[in-house]
């Protein structure tokens, strides 16, 4: 089942812009990552963020967690044509029972 | 640093039969996982393999099996294929022994059912 569930899940922009995508989750969690996909391409891992973590940041994204909310948010400034691709979360659950579930995807088209 | 490495990239196969993917995962890291990606259920987790034994498995039918070797290098099997097996196949790898470590994916197998 899918843990997460991405919100917008298309997203278009122009260059230059900042873009914003929300993850919404049901359990508890050790952390969240997010991970960017190419058309036809594997997955890339871009941030993690553990469950005692509130923000992170890596070059020009920018990550936020609320625990309470069961919610995350991507932020990615000053985006480029290069950064089209789709965006996925993806929960790492305490159960142990489960492994790291990734939500339905944000497509984001950046114009030139 | 090679990358994860899956083999082949493009597949054909009609309904009835088996295919075997197969995934090299980088140097060093001993845990493999499964996914499947479609276009109608997203993401979906079929296994994960550590140090030659299952470790954890989704929520697929028995025709789904894997298995890993000794160097870490896994293979996905399935048998009696149907045309909703039709699919993108990504294996993920990492080293596996402790939480939060990232996954480093291949670029998957396209394995379409006629």
New interface residues.
Partial sequence: ??QGEEDPQALSIQEGENATMNCSYKTSI??L?W?RQNS??????LI?I?SNEREKHSGRLRVTLDTSKKSSSLLITASRAADTASY?C?T?PKSS?????????TRLAVRP | KAG?T?TPRYLIKTRGQQVTLSCSPISGHRSV?W?QQTPGQ??Q?LF?YFSETQR?K??FPGRFSGRQFSNSRSEMNVSTLELGDSALY?C?SSHGDR??Q???????T?LSIL
């Avoid at chain 1, 036809?40 to 891992?45: D, K, N, P, S, T």
């Fill in positions: 089942s899918q050790n952390n990552q991970y036809g391409r594997g997955l890339v891992h993690l553990r996925f993806a790492d029972g489960d492994k790291l579930t990734f939500g339905t995807g | 994860v899956q996982s996914y997203g993401l987790f994960e954890n989704g929520n990504l993920a939480e939060g990232p996954q480093h994916f291949g670029d998957g396209r």
